[in-house]
């Protein structure tokens, strides 16, 4: 009988087998490996964005003066932030009840998305008809009318001359084809997985504050990529603390849609034809399980569903972990 081997023994002929089967690798060296979230791409460059921020700062300026003139009032115009986003993240966060522009940059090519949000549009309509700039009762659940369409649009055209005067330093830029939407969901300019850059403003009037909004997809600035490296020996400017609280703040308004997942099951192709009025479908929650809050489409607590007064609510009783997201899709 052939002779045992021992556990010793059989470790090290394991150990030799793999050892004869990797091949000799060179040692790596330099910077270690960086993290990238492929889901929120980052393809604008440090400097460029500091650039974009730079130019659009001019562009805060001519807002202002812009809706000044035309609220006959003092109107304050800020940058509130600059931030690179995915493109179905941006939609998302856009109140339905808004307005929106689609525009393209000529003769490059690329378009792009100017947003104003209902607050200030109802404020400009309201000084527009003699009123005190008031943004209307119950104004963010109605559709505007041909008439206010009309000065929005008037207004638009002269937003959109301070936009090409905004890029004149950097490339000589027309806006054309533009197109209204007041649902800024039937908007899609480009892929939803697709980077977008994105500037946003605060606009104060004397009776309202709203955001502007101009998002850029990635792709639309790929022409201007190279004319928008700072020039040699140029300083940027680090942001103040009164500009980082504006930019808390202006954040600090923007709506995230929010959606309660109570319970989620899996049916095949033929059990969804089959459906029909009355039937029951099992799915595979349990009944003492909690629900998940998403946030921007994103899993964030466990939350026990309710009522408060007459509208549903939901009860956050744990905070889902940044690494256990994906578990909660």
Same mark, same amino acid.
């Given at each position: 009988?052939?002779?045992?081997?021992?556990?010793?023994?059989?470790?090290?002929?394991?150990?030799?087998?793999?050892?004869?089967?990797?091949?000799?690798?060179?040692?790596?060296?330099?910077?270690?490996?960086?993290?990238?979230?492929?889901?929120?791409?980052?393809?604008?460059?440090?400097?460029?964005?500091?650039?974009?921020? =730079?130019?659009?700062?001019?562009?805060?300026?001519?807002?202002?003066?812009?809706? =000044?003139?035309?609220m006959r009032q003092v109107v304050d115009v800020d940058l509130a932030f600059c931030d690179q986003l995915v493109y179905h993240e941006f939609i998302g966060a856009l109140p339905n009840s808004g307005i929106a522009y689609s525009f393209v940059l000529s003769p490059m090519g690329g378009q792009a998305i100017l947003s104003m949000a209902n607050e200030l549009v109802m404020s400009i309509i309201d000084r527009a008809f003699g009123g005190q700039g008031q943004s209307f009762a119950g104004g963010d659940d109605r559709s505007l009318t041909q008439i206010e369409?009309?000065?929005?649009?008037?207004?638009? #055209?002269?937003?959109?001359?301070?936009?090409?005067?905004?890029?004149?330093?950097?490339?000589?830029?027309?806006?054309?084809?533009?197109?209204?939407?007041?649902?800024?969901?039937?908007?899609?300019?480009?892929?939803?997985?697709?980077?977008?850059?994105?500037?946003?403003?605060?606009?104060?009037?004397?009776?309202?504050?709203?955001?502007?909004?101009?998002?850029?997809?990635? #792709?639309?600035?790929?022409?201007?990529?190279?004319?928008?490296?700072?020039?040699?020996?140029?300083?940027?400017?680090?942001?103040?603390?009164?500009?980082?609280?504006?930019?808390?703040?202006?954040?600090?308004?923007?709506?995230?849609?929010?959606?309660?997942?109570?319970?989620?099951?899996?049916?095949?192709?033929?059990?969804?034809?089959?459906?029909?009025?009355?039937?029951?479908?099992?799915?595979?929650?349990?009944?003492?399980?909690?629900?998940?809050?998403?946030? #921007?489409?994103?899993?964030?607590?466990?939350?026990?569903? #309710?009522?408060?007064?007459?509208?549903?609510?939901?009860?956050?009783?744990?905070?889902?972990?940044?690494?256990?997201?994906?578990?909660?899709?």
């Amino acid at each position: 009988m052939a002779d045992e081997l021992t556990d010793d023994e059989l470790h090290n002929l394991i150990s030799a087998a793999r050892a004869s089967r990797e091949p000799d690798l060179p040692a790596i060296s330099g910077t270690a490996a960086m993290s990238y979230d492929f889901g929120r791409p980052q393809q604008v460059h440090k400097d460029q964005a500091r650039r974009m921020e =730079s130019i659009h700062e001019e562009f805060a300026r001519l807002l202002a003066a812009t809706l =000044s003139s035309n609220m006959r009032q003092v109107v304050d115009v800020d940058l509130a932030f600059c931030d690179q986003l995915v493109y179905h993240e941006f939609i998302g966060a856009l109140p339905n009840s808004g307005i929106a522009y689609s525009f393209v940059l000529s003769p490059m090519g690329g378009q792009a998305i100017l947003s104003m949000a209902n607050e200030l549009v109802m404020s400009i309509i309201d000084r527009a008809f003699g009123g005190q700039g008031q943004s209307f009762a119950g104004g963010d659940d109605r559709s505007l009318t041909q008439i206010e369409m009309n000065i929005v649009n008037k207004l638009a #055209g002269r937003i959109f001359a301070d936009l090409e005067a905004t890029w004149d330093p950097v490339a000589r830029v027309e806006i054309t084809e533009v197109a209204l939407e007041t649902n800024p969901e039937f908007m899609q300019i480009a892929a939803p997985g697709d980077g977008c850059f994105i500037v946003a403003f605060e606009a104060n009037t004397r009776s309202a504050t709203g955001l502007v909004h101009l998002c850029y997809p990635l #792709g639309s600035l790929e022409p201007l990529s190279a004319r928008l490296v700072p020039p040699p020996g140029t300083r940027m400017k680090e942001a103040t603390p009164d500009q980082i609280d504006r930019q808390r703040k202006a954040l600090g308004k923007m709506k995230i849609p929010v959606h309660l997942q109570v319970a989620h099951g899996a049916l095949s192709l033929n059990e969804v034809a089959q459906l029909q009025e009355g039937d029951v479908v099992k799915l595979d929650t349990q009944k003492d399980e909690p629900a998940v809050l998403f946030v #921007g489409g994103r899993a964030k607590y466990l939350a026990r569903p #309710g009522l408060q007064g007459r509208k549903r609510a939901a009860k956050i009783i744990d905070e889902i972990d940044a690494d256990s997201e994906d578990l909660y899709g």
